[in-house]
């Protein structure tokens, strides 16, 4: 564990090489999160776990400016990337699916929108959760590290530094305000 602290310590001093290690010491950690995440999906997407991780380290080597503190703080870090990547990719998907800019034409009355619920779902979230980090970030990174890695209450209450009781809270809040915003 501390050899990860002193790799996020090269990495923001800008060591070269230092988000490689980084990434090939915590690759199991976010495989087994990028499968949570898209096992929970139900296949919403066709992006595979390897992939996903593939793309996170893309986008965080992209940004170069990792500034998370400890193995806590990276992984949810990713887990917001990986949340952004699936939103993207969903967004990507229906807008192709729907014509993207081409004019539309309709062939006939019977014609229906074919795009699974569950992809305007994952936008309709993200939308949601957008709006409650207006009202409470907080709340945001709970749902993002419980729903979108699969982190357990004791694990986000141990990496936020709070009780397991204070994220259950958490979780109830956000899940009451998101569905309040999904049913808009």
């Known amino acids: 564990m501390a050899e990860l602290t002193q790799l996020l310590e090269a990495v923001r001093a800008g060591e070269a090489g230092a988000i490689d290690q980084v990434f090939t ?7 087994e999160m990028a499968h949570q995440r898209l096992h929970r999906s139900n296949r919403v997407t066709s992006l595979d776990t390897t992939t996903l991780v593939h793309e996170c380290y893309l986008r965080l080597v992209r940004v170069g400016q990792l500034q998370t503190q400890d193995r806590s703080h990276f992984l949810g870090y990713a887990a917001r990337v990986m949340r952004s990547i699936v939103v993207d990719f969903v967004r990507q998907r229906l807008a192709k699916r729907r ?25 309709q979230v ?22 979108f890695a699969g982190f357990t209450v004791e694990q986000i209450a141990e990496s936020r530094g709070v009780t397991t009781r204070t994220i259950r809270r958490d979780w109830e809040k956000a899940r009451l305000l998101l569905y309040t915003a999904l049913q808009k």
């Open 25 to 31: 010491l915590t690759y199991r950690e976010l495989h």
């Open 99 to 123: 014509g993207g800019d081409e004019l539309r034409v309709t062939l006939g009355t019977d014609i229906r929108d074919y795009a699974p619920v569950s992809e305007e779902q994952i936008i």
């Open 126 to 147: 993200d939308e949601a959760l957008q709006e409650l980090a207006v009202l409470d970030p907080r709340l945001v990174e709970v749902v993002e590290m419980r729903y």
